[in-house]
């Protein structure tokens, strides 16, 4: 059974432009949230989405979105990038009711220069 | 809002020892799910444990268990008989399910490594 797939894995890009970085979740997985991990904030929740829906989301400008597709596949777009935006993003599956707990990719690597 | 924090930013043991990571959280629920993550440098995050705050007993998965200490608003991890693959970020996490059971709240973690 394959995992949460992330592409790219890493991913440079320059202040002001936009990025779009993708997210297959594990088949069946009708729920992916989007997480961001960097060394000062650690991991902070961005958004979920359910179902093609945007069911929660976290305090993040509004720079920072996403969608999903019919075949549960997700991407996050982040726009007019910031130095600040460098981290590791990190996309999470899980069934309808996730109390049973996400799996995760293994991320992209994102550097603003 | 509910915070997690876990106070060991980095912990060292030696092969076949046990340790006890810490984690604390803040919460008004009474209903709730916390987690252990762990990060290895593949950077991908692997479910360790869950525990449910409903029930009373602690979560054992293999060399992993849980001490949850409701009233106290504990949950730490024990790991026994540690390995070399051990080594990595542990994460404790927390779910309100009236938060949508969508969110996690994670600490910083802690740094776990093994040595020969």
């Known amino acids: 059974k394959a995992g949460v797939t992330q592409t790219p894995r890493y991913l440079i890009k320059t202040r002001g432009q936009q990025v779009t970085l993708s997210c297959s979740p594990i088949?069946?997985?009708?729920?992916v949230s989007w997480y961001q991990q960097t060394p000062g904030q650690g991991l902070q929740f961005l958004f979920e989405?359910?179902?093609?829906?945007?069911?929660n989301k976290g305090n993040f400008p509004g720079r920072f979105s996403g969608r999903q597709f019919s075949n549960s596949r997700s991407e996050m777009n982040v726009s007019t990038l910031e130095l600040g935006d460098s981290a590791l993003y990190l996309c999470?599956?899980?069934?309808?009711?996730?109390?049973?707990?996400?799996?995760f990719g293994s991320g992209t690597r994102l550097t603003v220069v | 809002a509910q915070t997690v924090t876990q106070s060991q930013p980095e912990m060292s043991v030696q092969e076949a020892e046990t340790v006890t990571l810490s984690c604390t959280y803040d919460?008004?629920?009474?209903?709730?799910?916390l987690f252990w993550y762990k990060q290895p440098p593949s950077r991908q995050m692997i479910l360790v444990i869950r525990?449910?705050?409903?029930?009373?007993q602690n979560a054992t998965e293999n060399r992993f268990s849980v001490n949850f200490q409701k009233a106290a608003k504990s949950f730490s991890l024990k790991i026994s008989d540690s390995q070399l693959g051990d080594t990595a970020m542990y994460f404790c996490?927390?779910?309100?399910?009236?938060?949508?059971?969508?969110?996690?709240?994670f600490g910083k973690g802690t740094m776990l490594l093994v040595s020969p």
């Open positions: 999470a599956s899980s069934l309808e009711r996730s109390v049973y707990g996400y799996t």
């Open positions: 088949s069946g997985h009708r729920s």
């Open positions: 989405y359910f179902s093609e829906t945007q069911r």
């Open positions: 919460t008004s629920e009474n209903n709730y799910y």
């Open positions: 525990q449910e705050a409903y029930k009373q």
């Open positions: 996490a927390f779910m309100n399910p009236n938060s949508g059971y969508s969110t996690l709240t």
